[in-house]
């Protein structure tokens, strides 16, 4: 399980990015609502990509490529709420 929280926390922002770059490459085609689940998406994708990097099983990588994704949507929610308070 350390493994697997581990690789996680390497692809948070790795996700995070490439999240951000398709929300801004779409943006007006995008719905607001869809991002968590793109996220999902991309982590399982990243994880399932970082076959080379770790010597975890496939079912693992693809368990903390969707939990880096859900705390990459978390993480940018904290920011953006930061962000919006300060004037």
Not at 17 to 46: D, T, Y
Not at 56 to 85: P, Q
Request: zero cysteines; proline letters at 3%.
């Amino acid at each position: 399980m350390t493994e697997v929280l581990l690789f996680s926390t390497v692809i948070v922002p790795i996700v995070l990015g490439v999240v951000e770059l398709i929300k801004r490459s779409v943006s007006e085609k995008l719905n607001k609502n869809l991002i968590p689940l793109i996220a999902f998406a991309v982590g399982i994708f990243i994880g399932f990509a970082g076959e080379p990097f770790t010597d975890l099983d496939l079912t693992l990588r693809l368990w903390a490529g969707a939990l880096a994704g859900l705390a990459s949507t978390g993480l940018f929610e904290i920011g953006n709420e930061r962000n919006e308070g300060v004037e």
